[in-house]
């Protein structure tokens, strides 16, 4: 069974870092898309970071420029670096894989996600 194991969370003040890994194991043949999403307080789960298997990366407004998202594909491990952070960046945060699991069919995917780990930002 594929298992998503997060890390790096905690309680920062304004302006401060945090770096959250996910480590991905178990029977994994490649892994496509690996990302970050966060659900905070009032609102839905959200996207926060992507970075595809070519190193593509996708950031909304709300962290572009504050988050950086990369991956170590020897390790299956994706990490976001979170600088200048704010109260509002506070809440659970997923981490988010989607990959093909029988070399058999290289194309077809599965999403699976981390338990989540909370970040909470002080004022």
């Known amino acids: 069974q594929v298992q998503l194991v997060e890390s790096g969370g905690g309680l920062v003040q304004t302006g401060g870092s945090l770096t959250l890994s996910c480590a991905a194991s178990?029977?994994?043949?490649?892994?496509?898309?690996m990302g970050w999403y966060r659900r905070t307080p009032g609102r839905l789960r959200e996207p926060v970071a992507s970075i595809t298997s070519g190193d593509i990366t996708y950031y909304p407004l709300s962290v572009e420029g504050r988050f950086t998202i990369s991956r170590d594909g020897a390790k299956n491990t994706v990490y976001l670096q979170m600088n200048s952070l704010k109260p509002e960046d506070t809440g659970v945060y997923y981490c988010?894989?989607?990959?093909?699991?029988?070399?058999?069919?290289?194309?077809?995917?599965?999403?699976?996600w981390g338990q989540g780990t909370q970040v909470t930002v002080s004022s």
């Open positions: 178990g029977p994994i043949f490649r892994i496509n898309v």
């Open positions: 988010n894989v989607d990959l093909a699991l029988d070399s058999r069919y290289p194309q077809k995917f599965t999403t699976w």
